[in-house]
Every structure is written in C-alpha cells, then in structure tokens.
C-alpha cells in the first residue's frame, strides 16, 4: 500500500484537501460550471487566434490579473518571505509562464479539442514528477494508469497518420510547464498562503512575459485587450469553481465531468468555428480522463490527495 505523510498531505493544498461535506449534486454543478468557464476562455483566445504574438497575448491577459490581485500584492509587500520561498515563487513563475505562451501559441493553430485532450496530461505529468522529485509512491495500479492515458494520447496524435504540427507539439509541451508549475505549488503550500501563491504567480508570470511581449509587441485594439481581461475572468471563475467542488464532495465523484470541457470544445469548434469533429479526439481525451479518474479513486480510497484533477494544474 502506498502511504503518504502528513505533511505530503499537506502540501497538497486547500483545492485537494478532504471534503467538509457530501453533496454531489452541488459538486457536479460547480464542476460543470469550471468545464463551461474554461471553454469559453477557448473559444475567446482561438478566436483572437494569431491577431497577436503568443507571448504579448498572454502578457495582457496577466496584466489584467495583477489588476484583479493588487490588494494580494500590497499585502505580500509587507510581508519578508526567506529567499528559498522567493526562489520558489520565481521558478514556478518561470515554468508557468512558459507553459503560457505555449498554450496560448497551440490554441491559435490547432482545433480547440484537441488542445483540450491533451490538456487531460497534465495530472499524468504531475504524477510521474512527484514520484521522481518529490518522492511521492508509484505503485503499479499508478504505472498501469499512466500508460492507459499515453495510449489516450497517442489516439488523439496518431502519430504516421495524421501530421503532428507544431501546435500539437506545443501544447504537449505546456502540459510538461503547467505540471512543473503545480508540483513547486505544491512545495510552496504551508510555506504561504493560498491567495499569496496565487497573487505571486500573477506577478512573476506577467514580469517572465513582458521582455518577450515588448520585443515582438504589435498594436492592439480595444477589443482585443477587452477580451483577455474576459479571459482573465473567466479562468478565475473556473479555479474558483473548481475549488467549491472540492469543498462539496471528493475529487473522485467530480473527476469524471471534466470530460465535457472537451465536449464543449468540440461543440465550439464546430459550431464557431467550422473545426471537423474528429472522434479519435474524443475517444483519447475519454481515455485520458478515466485513467486519471481511476487514480483520484484509488487515492481517495487510500485517502490521499496527490493526484490533481484535470484542469487543476491548467493556470492560464
């Protein structure tokens, strides 16, 4: 049996810790309301599309953050954080703001399902990196897991079939960054509060993105600053969403509705955007998404709370 310390526990954070309470309805509600938030945030940004450099459309949308977080930020400037917990905020500032651009990139030139199911990697990614770096178990049901959600992404790229463009590549490449991002969340949970992190990743990220974005900045409209801070909305929502689910009942009892964030996708990409159905795409991101469920209900009944549902490691 794998066993977890309670510190271990700990540094799971608030988002992943016991539910005070069962209510799955409420649970199922909040969750489809994180899945219809982060679909929206699709659809907006492949509609900007490539209008402006990956790197200055993400910019813009954390400039709207620092706004939404500024009474955090005053706060945490009077505050004396050790220079290890600076580190910290620094580095997972760094892989988040490269996992950023890559998303942003990835979602401008590939149909939105498929940036959505391999998306479902990201928790296959925290999972192996807590167990090479944070010494966390990987017993075999945990290996069997991952390798059902590789053979999920591999239907979604069906790599000799179809082109893997270097869309594709980009978003396998953000979900490796927003998977390093949440296992130095998880070192920096205890060591400061939750909405410091957040206010802290806010910051670091739009300062790791502002030389990028100047030296590629094009003129901007209105419209399109207008919409990033819709962006910046609505993901808030969906964490804040995602995080009242948690509260209401197991992860193990919500995970499965993350599936129809790729639905929406879907829907959108065919409704708005003429974007063919590919029901390989659907099929992987299913697999993906009860591998990951399967392992949020093994640790559940082991009663641990290490592996992130899908969606938590994605902080755009």
Known sequence: MEKTSPSARQACGPAFAPASGHAPLRAILWMLAMTLCFALVNVIVHHLGTG????????????????FMA????RIGRRGYAPKIWALFGLRGAFNAAGVVLWFYAMARIPIADVTAIGYLNPIVVTLGGALLLGEGLAWRRIMAIVVALLGALIILRPGL???TPG????????VMFGGSYLL?????????PTEIVGMLTLVV????APLAMAQWQPVSGTQVGLL??????????????????????VSATQPVVFLQLVWAALAGWFVFGEAIDPYVLLGGGIIVLSV???AWREARLRRRVTPLSGATKQI
């Open 52 to 67: 402006l450099p990956a790197a200055q459309a993400s910019f813009i949308r954390y400039a709207w953050g620092i706004l």
């Open 71 to 74: 009474p955090v930020l005053v």
């Open 162 to 164: 179809r082109e893997i």
């Open 168 to 175: 594709h590549w980009s978003q396998l490449a953000a979900a």
């Open 185 to 193: 969340a998880k070192r920096l949970t205890g060591l400061a509060a």
């Open 206 to 209: 739009a300062l790791c993105l």
């Open 229 to 250: 801070g819709l962006v910046a909305v609505l993901a808030t929502s969906a964490h804040y969403a995602m995080t009242r689910a948690f509260a209401a009942a197991p």
């Open 293 to 295: 469920s399967y392992m």
